[in-house]
Protein backbone atom coordinates (compact mmCIF):
# COMPACT_ATOMS: atom_id res chain seq x y z
CA UNK A 1 0.00 0.00 0.00
CA UNK A 2 1.68 3.44 -0.89
CA UNK A 3 2.12 5.80 2.12
CA UNK A 4 2.39 9.69 1.11
CA UNK A 5 4.38 11.79 4.67
CA UNK A 6 5.17 15.08 4.13
CA UNK A 7 7.21 17.24 6.32
CA UNK A 8 9.05 20.99 6.18
CA UNK A 9 5.90 22.70 7.19
CA UNK A 10 6.11 25.49 9.90
CA UNK A 11 5.93 29.49 10.04
CA UNK A 12 7.78 31.78 8.27
CA UNK A 13 8.04 35.41 7.29
CA UNK A 14 6.35 37.04 4.30
CA UNK A 15 8.86 36.50 1.68
CA UNK A 16 10.72 33.79 3.07
CA UNK A 17 10.68 30.59 1.90
CA UNK A 18 10.39 26.67 2.82
CA UNK A 19 10.73 23.30 1.14
CA UNK A 20 7.86 20.65 1.56
CA UNK A 21 8.84 16.98 1.40
CA UNK A 22 6.76 14.25 0.50
CA UNK A 23 8.25 10.55 1.55
CA UNK A 24 6.31 7.49 -0.89
CA UNK A 25 6.41 4.47 1.00
CA UNK A 26 5.11 1.14 -0.24
CA UNK A 27 6.37 1.42 -3.91
CA UNK A 28 9.06 -0.20 -5.52
CA UNK A 29 9.93 3.62 -7.47
CA UNK A 30 7.88 6.65 -8.02
CA UNK A 31 8.79 6.18 -11.27
CA UNK A 32 5.59 3.69 -11.39
CA UNK A 33 3.71 6.44 -10.61
CA UNK A 34 2.26 8.68 -13.08
CA UNK A 35 1.31 11.90 -10.96
CA UNK A 36 2.28 13.31 -8.21
CA UNK A 37 0.97 16.63 -6.85
CA UNK A 38 0.80 19.35 -4.04
CA UNK A 39 -2.70 20.57 -2.91
CA UNK A 40 -3.21 23.02 0.25
CA UNK A 41 -6.54 23.86 2.07
CA UNK A 42 -6.67 27.36 4.55
CA UNK A 43 -8.85 27.44 6.99
CA UNK A 44 -12.41 27.93 5.91
CA UNK A 45 -11.54 27.12 2.22
CA UNK A 46 -11.96 24.19 -0.15
CA UNK A 47 -9.00 21.81 -1.09
CA UNK A 48 -7.15 23.40 -4.02
CA UNK A 49 -4.32 22.70 -6.45
CA UNK A 50 -0.88 23.93 -6.30
CA UNK A 51 1.08 22.21 -8.19
CA UNK A 52 1.15 18.48 -10.44
CA UNK A 53 3.85 16.88 -11.85
CA UNK A 54 3.89 13.87 -14.10
CA UNK A 55 5.72 11.96 -15.88
CA UNK A 56 6.68 8.25 -17.86
CA UNK A 57 8.84 6.55 -19.65
CA UNK A 58 8.45 7.93 -23.00
CA UNK A 59 6.68 11.29 -22.29
CA UNK A 60 9.30 12.58 -20.04
CA UNK A 61 8.13 15.14 -17.36
CA UNK A 62 4.98 17.74 -17.22
CA UNK A 63 4.20 20.51 -14.73
CA UNK A 64 1.16 22.58 -14.07
CA UNK A 65 1.16 25.26 -11.05
CA UNK A 66 -2.06 27.53 -9.90
CA UNK A 67 -1.46 30.85 -11.22
CA UNK A 68 -1.11 31.71 -7.48
CA UNK A 69 1.95 30.40 -7.34
CA UNK A 70 3.17 30.18 -10.77
CA UNK A 71 6.51 31.52 -10.83
CA UNK A 72 7.54 31.38 -7.13
CA UNK A 73 6.60 27.53 -6.24
CA UNK A 74 8.89 24.44 -8.34
CA UNK A 75 7.57 20.69 -7.92
CA UNK A 76 10.12 18.40 -8.73
CA UNK A 77 10.69 14.89 -7.57
CA UNK A 78 13.51 12.47 -7.14
CA UNK A 79 12.58 8.75 -8.40
CA UNK A 80 15.91 7.44 -6.66
CA UNK A 81 14.67 8.82 -3.18
CA UNK A 82 11.50 8.07 -3.44
CA UNK A 83 10.71 12.02 -2.82
CA UNK A 84 8.60 14.80 -4.21
CA UNK A 85 9.72 18.19 -3.40
CA UNK A 86 7.41 21.98 -3.46
CA UNK A 87 10.11 24.41 -3.09
CA UNK A 88 7.89 27.67 -2.20
CA UNK A 89 9.10 30.96 -2.07
CA UNK A 90 8.43 34.86 -1.78
CA UNK A 91 5.91 33.34 0.72
CA UNK A 92 2.73 35.18 0.95
CA UNK A 93 0.00 35.25 4.26
CA UNK A 94 -2.78 33.88 1.57
CA UNK A 95 -0.52 31.02 1.27
CA UNK A 96 -1.02 29.78 4.79
CA UNK A 97 -2.64 26.14 4.61
CA UNK A 98 -2.44 22.74 5.41
CA UNK A 99 -0.70 21.58 2.40
CA UNK A 100 -1.01 17.69 1.11
CA UNK A 101 1.09 15.60 -1.06
CA UNK A 102 -0.89 13.35 -3.41
CA UNK A 103 -0.38 10.86 -6.07
CA UNK A 104 -2.20 8.55 -8.56
CA UNK A 105 -0.80 5.89 -11.08
CA UNK A 106 -2.85 8.19 -13.92
CA UNK A 107 -0.18 9.96 -16.02
CA UNK A 108 -1.56 13.46 -16.27
CA UNK A 109 -4.14 13.33 -13.39
CA UNK A 110 -6.04 16.26 -13.84
CA UNK A 111 -8.81 16.34 -11.04
CA UNK A 112 -8.48 16.05 -7.31
CA UNK A 113 -10.92 13.08 -7.93
CA UNK A 114 -7.79 10.91 -9.53
CA UNK A 115 -5.64 11.15 -7.14
CA UNK A 116 -6.70 7.83 -4.45
CA UNK A 117 -3.91 8.59 -2.12
CA UNK A 118 -3.21 11.19 0.11
CA UNK A 119 -0.46 12.73 2.79
CA UNK A 120 -1.98 13.68 6.31
CA UNK A 121 -0.79 17.75 5.38
CA UNK A 122 1.90 19.97 6.94
CA UNK A 123 0.75 23.22 8.37
CA UNK A 124 2.48 26.71 6.34
CA UNK A 125 1.90 29.92 8.25
CA UNK A 126 3.62 33.11 6.98
CA UNK A 127 3.14 35.43 9.53
CA UNK A 128 4.90 38.53 10.46
Known amino acids: QVQLVESGGGLVRPGGSLKLSCAVS??????????EGWYRQAAGKERELVARIASNITSGGSTFYANSVKGRFTISRDSAKNMVYLQMSTLKPSDTAVYYC????????????????WGQGTQVTVSS
Open 26 to 35: GISSIGILGT
Open 102 to 117: AATYTYLATTEAAFPI
